[in-house]
């Protein structure tokens, strides 16, 4: 079974901070596949990223993907108050498709 | 713009069955797989089932295959899923996402669109 790890479980951060989420794969992930979401009460689920570290069209670049193998990481580089919301990564790589439990951002 | 529609979640018995629906705009329905994709409350994301651009091939997590069946309408830029037998911990929103890729084969991929859900709740 692949398992995506996700920490922390809630991150308490003030506007203009700096985010970092990490996103951690019991096993390699192929070809670095792996995505991000930004969930909002409310608001479909959008991507962020994929590809580990390519941004979606129309995501602003204070959002950036990195890592390679088993471990990722979601960094936002200026925390603005919209970006309170959970956010889940996801590998495409390997089956079964499978995705982490997700990061609470509280500003 | 890239719209999802979902409708047809509701109260359900267990045991019970219900059909989902979700309506496509924006974008050329006929080219691209669709899934579904569950979210039980206070829990994270769980991939539900892939049907292909053309319905030719469909795959299903685990806990759904022999109880759930996804089907689309190309004509009517529609995806369901027929959900019978339905348990408890099948409760939870229920969201339709258009796969990234055109024409794509295996459901092994990433979601550019999703829609808002329809929650489903099966109770007693």
């Known amino acids: 079974e692949f398992v995506l790890t996700q920490s922390p479980d809630t991150l308490s951060l003030s506007p203009g901070e700096r985010a970092t989420l990490s996103c951690r794969a019991s096993q390699s992930v192929s070809y670095s596949y792996l995505a991000w979401y930004q969930l909002k009460p409310g608001q479909r689920p959008r991507l962020l990223i994929f590809s580990a570290s390519s941004r979606a069209a129309g995501i602003p670049d204070r959002f950036s993907g990195s890592g390679s193998g088993t471990d990722f990481a979601l960094t936002i580089s200026r925390l603005e108050p919209e970006d309170v919301a959970v956010y889940y990564c996801q590998q495409y790589g390997t089956s079964p498709l499978a995705f982490g439990g997700g990061t609470k951002i509280q500003i | 713009q890239v719209q999802l529609v979902e409708s047809g979640g509701g109260v359900v018995q267990p045991g019970g069955s219900l059909r989902l629906s979700c309506v496509a705009s924006?974008?050329?329905?006929?080219?691209?797989?669709m899934h579904w994709i569950r979210q039980a409350p206070g829990t994270g994301l769980e991939w539900v089932t892939f049907?292909?651009?053309?319905?030719?091939?469909?795959y299903y997590v685990d806990s759904a295959k022999g109880r759930f069946t996804i089907s689309r309408d190309n004509s009517e830029n529609t995806v369901f899923l027929q959900m019978d037998r339905l348990r408890i911990e099948d409760t939870g929103v229920y969201y339709c996402?258009?796969?990234?890729?055109?024409?794509?084969?295996?459901?092994?991929?990433?979601?550019?669109?999703w829609g808002h859900g329809t929650l489903v709740t099966v109770s007693s």
């Open positions: 924006g974008f050329t329905f006929s080219d691209y797989g």
């Open positions: 996402a258009k796969d990234v890729g055109r024409y794509t084969w295996d459901y092994l991929s990433w979601f550019d669109y």
């Open positions: 049907i292909r651009y053309d319905g030719s091939k469909k």
